[in-house]
């Protein structure tokens, strides 16, 4: 039996217990963390002055001694339990499954550098206790539940707007094909393409047994920012894949742009910007190819911008960002920082400006594994790898010793591709050859731009070129051969699929080819390249055509303003060209029909009332006509950017 003294300590332990529970009660869990005046309403005042009544609850602390108590299988068990539906791809330690649960742990995938306070306070503590109380006294860490640029919902509105925009049984069954057979061989954005078709199979049963046209029961499984990034990454696919379906336009361009704005509407309810995940990064890397593919390059850099940070916020970055990830997790994170990495690389080169991404971190395979043979992936992040030593070429005083460095390591690096990507001849299916082709494209357009100090300078006048300098004939030779070799592939490549014609890249590729074709002293005069030029031209002005419709239309949705004055001033250089060698008197003006309809900011419903306008009248103060030989005193190069890299509005008009 316990002595009188021994109850009273029980007694006064229990009383001081539950006027501590008192206490705690009268506040909720985000004021006592704020250390705030809270009115012990529900939710509090405070909370829905903040804008985010969701997450004021006063039993946090209790729920969270229990799961401290409870055994590690129970833990197991339940985490199963409340595993989504969806199963949408895996986005390691970033993937939240609820708002609640967003706010408690958002701290877990800030990534912080090691030279931060966070870190260094995270290395003193290894439990993080301080560093996560440093994140919120520093401000370094958001503190909006729902995305701040739209209207806050209540949870019904949510769901009702997530509703609005799930993609139809019969959209996913179409489109995700063309997605797959058409864009993902050539940009696999998908980290686990596998594990995504294996999701859409859940969903398109959860859609079929109606759990998703309930508008009156909310699914709690499907309204969390998790479930809803992954289905902003569905609807981005079928974005993509509307862009490279067999519809005709304006109905094909006008599906991927409401397939994109649903996407987009789906990460702003996910909350991307506060809230990224791995899930919200592929989404944005697909939403800006598919602009970059219809012609909104300029939209694609600027949202490239943003893609990029968020996927430094995860860490994807490097190795020490994502080293407390699972495993598996960790594999996805490199290979989705990859494809960020490619996307900038490439569009940055086409544009020569500076790339968003400062330091690649991750080594490519190529350079990593010397003795692994090598895939259409593992060489186009190779390729990437050397657009970005392109681009600080800059930096270096001997350029030509440079180049042909990165020349000599890039064939050798090539070589060791497997064997259908060295040679047509070993391709034994469809696909093979599609991936064979567009990989003579990427690595052409990498050797000519590795090539170009030689482009730019002009021969020497004397005969055989004796006194010229090795170094630029090598390369010139070099630039002559990869322009060739892109025009070809393209031709190939366009005659198997409408990949090439629908990706922003490979039209950027080849007009660029056939361009220095016109301009170049090497090749103006050479009658495989004239042939090549023309192939080229037939191409695009036969595209529209054979889809019944005006000539050149059928791309007037999609092709940038670049692609189109490009388009059309080699046109009006074939003809200028083709004028001088037979004697005729043609106008300076020459008049363009097919490409009329391209003009920036003109749709297929002005191009007919346009009729037939001479280059200038479609961009006035702007003469590309093709200067006659002995009279150009600029570079080739410098003659190619001028037309494709134009502001694409008014200096003196903004002013």
Known sequence: ????????????????????KQRESKACYPCRQRKVKCDGSQPCRTCVRRDHPLICAYNVEQTRKKAAHSSQGNITDRNRNNAQPSRSADAGPSSLDSPRSSAQNHDSYVFSGDNSLVSILHQQDPEGTMAREATSVLGLHNTYLSYPFIESKTPH????????????????????HFYRICAYPFNPILVDVDKFESDICIYLSTYASGELSDRDKISEQWTSG???????????????GAHFSDMENPQRSELCQDFARRSFQALRLANF??????????????????????????????????????AQTLGLHTERGISHWPEHAKQKAKLLWSMTVWQDSLLSLCYDRPPIVSNIRWTPEAISSPRLELSYVNLMHYFCWV??????????????????????????????????????????????HLEHLAL??????????????????????????????????????RARESLITASRAFLDFQALSVVPLRTWSMVHTVLSSTLLFCTWQETRDDGECRDLQQRVIEVFSGAGAGAGMETGSDYSQWLSARHIRALITLRQTLRKRSAQETGTDQNEQTHVAGFAGFQAGDGPQNMMSMGELSYNELFPGLDYGFPVPGEMDFSPVTYLDSIMNVPLFDFPEES
């Open 440 to 477: 003579r494209m990427h690595v052409s357009f990498i050797a000519s731009a590795l090539c170009r100090p030689a482009i730019k300078t002009p021969p020497t006048p004397t005969p055989g070129h004796l006194n010229e300098d090795p170094r630029l004939v090598s390369l010139r030779s």
């Open 1 to 20: 039996m316990d002595s009188p003294n021994s109850i009273e300590r029980q007694e006064i332990d229990r009383v001081l217990r539950l006027k501590r």
């Open 387 to 432: 657009g970005f030593e392109i681009m600080k070429i800059e930096e270096i005083p001997e350029q030509p010793n440079h180049n042909l460095t990165l020349l000599t390591n890039l064939d050798s690096t090539f070589n060791r591709a497997q064997t259908h990507l060295l040679n047509r001849q070993n391709c034994r299916n469809l696909p093979q």
């Open 226 to 240: 998790r479930s809803v990034g992954h289905i902003s990454l569905l609807l981005a696919t079928l974005a993509a």
């Open 157 to 176: 509105d949510r769901w009702v707007a997530i509703l609005d925009i799930l993609p139809h049984r019969d959209e996913v069954l179409k489109f995700f």
């Open 273 to 310: 910007l506060l809230r990224p995940s791995l899930d919200v990064v592929q989404s944005l890397l697909i939403l800006g190819n598919t602009l970059q593919n219809n012609g909104q390059s300029d939209a694609a850099w600027a949202l490239l911008g943003t893609t990029v940070r968020l």
